[in-house]
């Protein structure tokens, strides 16, 4: 419950910085840029170390997968048939085509289903959201923002982004045997706490009333894709295929959460749409608790 509030807090303080007059513009795209440098890679650090690779819960692994894959055939369809610019199909990518797994999934996850439920929320966070916003979520930011770029720059600049060295640093040192203990990991966890506040209120000090009237008929193409379609994919799927109940649980209600933060922080550092990208999560946090609501009255008749 404290990480929902803490939330919705910080977004509202993010709307009340909107009005102080001494705070630079460029604020917003300033925390996004500290945000892939700085509390992100510790994250990594953090978490990747300790996943635990289990061949009985691909199913978990496959959720984020097929959300984004879907999102990407998805969107650059209708980008297609309807002339849009490379901007606003990234941006669409980028915000609907990922869950926030994590600061709002993990509460989530644990009210409704138990302390238990969170390993399986965690694993499905760190090899399903992280693996592919680490990697193909940096290749859409890149590739939708700059046009036309060179096979060899674009491999550079993968490689050499903050987010993914670090991921590639906590694969090795994870597969070594090592994991942050002692003064490390205090550290690494003050500095990942900052992730979650510096980004809600960077989306606060952008979300304004004019940006959602503006952006509408993208944010509802948007939303309805992450909050209604995408789990209704993912629900309808795994209940064809049979997937054990608790897994088929935890799924459908991670597939429903709202835009990740960090997908988003990613579009909107790499000028993709960022109003848009700003009210996807703005208006998608709030939002999600009552199409989520729906989703798990559906799934308890199953």
């Known amino acids: 419950m404290v990480s929902l509030l803490t939330l919705v807090v910080c977004l509202f303080i993010g709307l009340g910085l909107r009005h102080v007059k001494s705070i630079p513009e460029n604020t917003p795209s300033t925390l996004g840029t500290l945000i892939l440098y700085v509390p992100l890679p510790a994250v990594c650090l953090l978490s990747i170390p300790f996943l635990e690779w289990n061949a009985s819960l691909i199913s978990l692994t496959l959720v984020t997968w097929i959300i984004f894959g879907v999102s990407f055939g998805f969107f650059n369809f209708l980008g297609q048939k309807f002339q849009w610019e490379k901007s606003l199909i990234g941006s669409l990518i980028l915000t609907a085509g990922f869950c926030n797994s994590a600061f709002v999934g993990f509460p989530v996850i644990e009210a409704l289903f138990g302390k238990e439920a969170l390993k399986h929320a965690i694993f499905l966070d760190q090899s399903g959201s992280f693996l592919i916003v680490s990697s193909l979520g940096i290749w859409v930011a890149l590739t939708y923002s700059s046009g036309k770029i060179k096979k060899r720059l674009l491999v550079k600049k993968v490689i050499f982004f903050p987010p993914f060295v670090a991921f590639l640093l906590s694969l090795i040192l994870g597969a070594l045997g090592w994991r942050p203990s002692g003064m490390t990991k205090e550290i690494l966890e003050r500095l990942a706490g900052i992730l979650t506040p510096m980004a809600l209120i960077s989306v606060g000090l952008q979300l304004r009333l004019d940006a959602i009237k503006s952006e509408l008929r993208y944010l509802s193409l948007g ?80």
């Open 223 to 302: 939303l309805f894709y992450k909050l209604l379609l995408a789990p209704g994919l993912i629900f309808i799927l795994y209940f064809l295929f049979g997937v054990e109940k608790k897994i088929f649980n935890i799924s459908v209600i991670e597939a429903g959460m709202a835009p990740m933060i960090t997908s988003s922080i990613l579009a909107m550092t790499h000028n993709l749409r960022p109003r848009l990208a700003g009210v996807m999560l703005g208006v998608g946090v709030p939002l999600s608790f009552f199409t989520l609501s729906f989703w798990y009255w559906l799934i308890s008749y199953f």
